[in-house]
Nanobody, 128 residues
Framework: QVQLAESGGGLVQPGGSLRLSCAAS????????IGWFRQAPGKEREGVAC????????YYSNSVAGRFTISRDSAKSTVYLQMNNLKPEDTAVYYC?????????????????????WGQGTQVTVSS
């Protein structure tokens, strides 16, 4: 059973940066997409970014495009989320997830219901 583990969360001031990591026990050929999601208290889980395993195509939500960058290191079975210019509204628990459906290139790619495997999450707090 593939397992995902997030790390890298913490407290950062507005305008600061953090890099989250999602380490998988293995990705293999079963999971074609890795996504990052976040959930703030009282809100629904929101898709942030995703990356395909085959050609590293990426897709971002409008709320983070231009500030966040998703990347992967296949040799380490790790996906990263570099978050720059963080804002208080970015405060949430961040999760990584995997799915077997391939890249589409629309908001479908960051729809939580399409992902089957989830990590436990890491807290990101943006506050002065």
């Amino acid at each position: 059973q593939v397992q995902l583990a997030e790390s890298g969360g913490g407290l950062v001031q507005p305008g600061g940066s953090l890099r989250l990591s999602c380490a998988a026990s293995e990705f293999g050929r079963k999971y074609y997409m890795i996504g990052w999601f976040r959930q703030a208290p009282g809100k629904e889980r929101e898709g942030v970014a995703c990356i395909s395993s085959s050609n590293e195509r990426t897709y971002y939500s409008n709320s983070v495009a231009g500030r966040f960058t998703i990347s992967r290191d296949s040799a380490k079975s790790t996906v990263y989320l570099q978050m720059n210019n963080l804002k208080p509204e970015d405060t949430a628990v961040y999760y990584c997830a995997a799915r077997s459906v391939g890249f589409v290139g629309t908001d479908y790619d960051i729809r939580a219901a399409t992902y089957r495997l989830w990590g436990q999450g890491t807290q990101v707090t943006v506050s002065s």
